[in-house]
């Protein structure tokens, strides 16, 4: 089973930017939909952002605008640019990867790694 470790977080005043990566441990060729997930403080984790193969990228409504994903060519590590940051985006982000876009749902996935955390300060 692939692990993914995620990086890159911190603080960041609002309007900033910050670029996360997430690093796979072997090859993502029979998992190839990306996602990337946070879980914000009282919250349940939620997905925010997919990566499709071909490149086709999907957001939740409350990124849309501001955070992209996107992969390297070797396709073992996603990024996730986040621009514009607001205090609601802090949270806790994790990535994830699965062989189709249903498996994507976070209710999938049995474990989490610690993520990375994202503080944005008002």
């Known amino acids: 089973q692939v692990q993914f470790v995620e990086s890159g977080g911190g603080l960041v005043q609002a309007g900033g930017s910050l670029r996360l990566s997430c690093a796979a441990s072997g090859s993502t060729f029979r998992v190839p939909f990306m996602g990337w997930y946070r879980q914000i403080p009282g919250k349940q984790r939620e997905l925010i952002a997919t990566?499709?193969?071909?490149?086709?990228?999907n957001y939740a409504n409350s990124v849309k605008g501001r955070f992209a994903i996107s992969k390297d060519n070797a396709g073992n590590t996603a990024f996730l640019q986040m621009d514009n940051l607001k205090p609601e985006d802090t949270a806790v982000y994790y990535c994830?990867?699965?062989?189709?876009?249903?498996?994507?749902?976070?209710?999938?996935?049995?474990?989490w790694g610690p993520g990375t955390q994202v503080t944005v300060s008002s």
């Open positions: 990566l499709y193969p071909g490149g086709i990228t």
């Open positions: 994830k990867a699965a062989p189709s876009r249903q498996l994507l749902s976070p209710e999938n996935f049995r474990s």
